[in-house]
């Protein structure tokens, strides 16, 4: 479990596809003190659970390989990941530690397309279009996860939503590369989809 509150800034430095291509082992660099990072661990990836296959230290900086499978690499935006590619990471949920965003558990359920940016002082409102089935999920003034941070739905109407990313958060995540166009990978609350569940069952 996460909480979609960004630690850390990784980039890719090597991605490795098996023969088949169902696999693709990817190295990341990252600013993790290595000692704290044990093999089997999860770390979110633009908000995809993956877990560390092994790490080290190169020329003084960490690194962790991961692998993505078939099924990560169909369903969510690490199928246009390359060499240098930027990624929003995080580290799994410890008992006793704050709870700034929400309850997230790094399992990406589609993607959402950046319909447009508009950029305000020192801030940035961004309209996404969300896949049609999952928009239903999607409430203002309730909880998103975008490329792993989570976020508050400022507007949402029909299948588009809005949010309005504060200055902290243009620093310290990925989400001041975003422009019109831009996929990202998109996590519904879990909430709102028990919620639905349930209204479904009766």
Known sequence: M???IITDLGEITSITP???????RLRIACRYDQTTIADGASI????????VVQSGVDQGKTWFD????AETLRLTTAKGWGKGTRLNLERALKIGDELGGHIVAGHVD?????????????????ELRAPRDLAKFIAAKGSVVLDGA???????????FSVLIIPHTLQVTTLSDWRAGSEVNLEIDLMARYAARLIEMK
Not at 18 to 24: C, D, F, P
Not at 44 to 51: E, F, H, P, Y
Not at 152 to 160: L, S
Request: proline letters at 2%; glycine letters at 8%; aromatic letters at 4%.
């Open 66 to 69: 991961v692998d993505a499978a």
């Open 18 to 24: 098996t023969a088949q291509g169902q696999l693709h």
């Open 2 to 4: 996460f909480t979609g």
């Open 44 to 51: 979110a990836c633009n908000g995809v659970c993956l877990t």
């Open 150 to 160: 989570s976020l508050t739905v400022n507007t949402a109407v029909d299948d588009t």
């Open 110 to 126: 589609g993607i959402a397309t950046i319909i447009s940016r508009e950029d305000l002082p020192d801030m940035a409102r961004f």
